[in-house]
């Protein structure tokens, strides 16, 4: 039986050597570092920010697929509902455990097992921190965001990984009156 | 020839098994993280055959990581010949990890070369190469170095070459593959005695 086109599915390892092989690439490639003739600290900030805009880029890309046939989310609260299910679910296969917000445009969302993690923690012999592993989905995460009208800052604290609070925090001029 | 089939409805089953069982993402995802990566490869390099020569490494790098999963969660023991190899290759690992299986064909005389055929390709969906890529790119070329890589670890050494690309216009894709050699097993040094 022929599948539908976009109803395919792939199993989640190979997104994950896919987003592992990506992190290397951008993080811990020689040639890639030693094209720029640079500071070392410049090269290594100018590094994290292309894997982070380039996890923007794919986040804001995949929301709009996910969110297309979804009625237009009015409030803020209703869009980072949105991201703790649906984008959740599509992106890391399970929802947020848990939200929480001061209701002045800080949301902090904690997944007990943060699947994209859950490889590269288990693995010793992983390349660099597990904070670089960080930045591709905390860019996903923003991009998707982004893509909901919504402009943040958002940070990870993946210090009891695979366990993981994000915190969103609304930037200012976006604030809900 | 029938313990050939036998053993590939063995294999096909391996792969459906470990294939239903495994979480899954969409494959829009991967296909689009995919695409996104490729763009920024070609910002890097920009001519297609470095492009080609990068993606083919980073799938090495992949590869040789990925074996020690695949052979954990789907069971097919060790890989010991390269003709057996390039069956589990098609019809298991296809399976788990991109969800379509292949085919193995156009053997050579000597039985050291044959073709992966497959017909969907999850990583090139929505996928359409700029004219001035569309003869030179090998968009998926990471495949092939997944399999070298792959197969390394397990001391098959081979090249792999894409000689049939979708997206090149062609019927299908179809990966060659030529065997070099068996690495002998290194007797491991044993530095605590």
């Known amino acids: 039986m022929a599948q539908e086109k976009g109803d395919a599915l792939v199993a989640e390892e190979t997104f994950d050597f896919l987003v592992m092989i990506i992190v290397d690439y951008f993080l811990h490639s020689k040639e890639i570092s030693n094209k720029a003739s640079l500071k070392e600290d410049l090269v290594t900030k100018r590094k994290l920010e292309r894997l982070e805009s380039l996890g923007r880029d794919i986040g804001r890309r995949w929301l709009e697929k996910l969110a297309q046939d979804t009625p237009h989310l009015s409030t803020e609260l209703d869009k980072v509902k949105f991201i703790c299910k649906e984008f959740w679910t599509a992106t890391f296969q399970k929802q947020i455990d848990n939200l929480k917000t001061n209701n002045k445009g800080t949301y902090v969302l904690s997944d007990k097992i943060f699947k994209r993690l859950v490889h590269v923690s288990e693995t010793p012999d992983s390349v660099g921190q597990i904070e670089d592993y960080m930045v591709f989905p905390l860019g996903m995460i923003k991009g998707a965001l982004e893509s909901l009208g919504m402009n943040c800052d958002v940070s990870g604290d993946c210090s009891n990984a695979p366990s993981c609070v994000f915190t969103i925090n609304v930037k200012e001029e976006q604030k809900e009156k | ?193």
């Open chain 2, 1 to 193: 020839m029938s313990s050939s089939t036998s053993r590939s409805s063995t294999w096909n089953k391996l792969g459906d098994a470990a294939y239903a069982k495994s979480e899954k993402v969409s494959a829009d995802l991967v296909a689009l993280t995919y695409g996104s990566f490729v763009r920024e490869i070609i910002k890097d390099y920009e001519e297609p055959d470095q492009v080609n020569k990068e993606l083919e490494k980073l799938g090495y790098n992949i590869g040789i990581r990925l074996i020690e999963d695949f052979l954990a969660k789907s069971g097919v023991g060790n890989c010991s010949s390269f003709e057996e190899s390039a069956e589990i290759i098609s019809r298991v690992a296809f399976k788990m990890f991109l969800g379509i299986r292949a085919t193995v064909s156009n053997w050579n005389n000597e039985y050291n070369s044959c073709s992966i055929i497959f017909e969907e390709n999850p990583l090139a969906e929505y996928v359409e190469l700029p004219p001035e890529y569309s003869n030179a790119l090998l968009y998926s070329n990471m495949l092939c170095g997944v399999i070298r890589g792959a197969l390394e670890m397990v001391q098959i050494i081979v090249e792999c070459e894409f000689v049939k690309d979708q997206l090149r216009g062609d019927d299908t894709n179809e990966i060659r593959i030529r065997f070099k050699e068996i690495l002998q097993e290194q007797v491991p040094w044993n530095d605590e005695e």
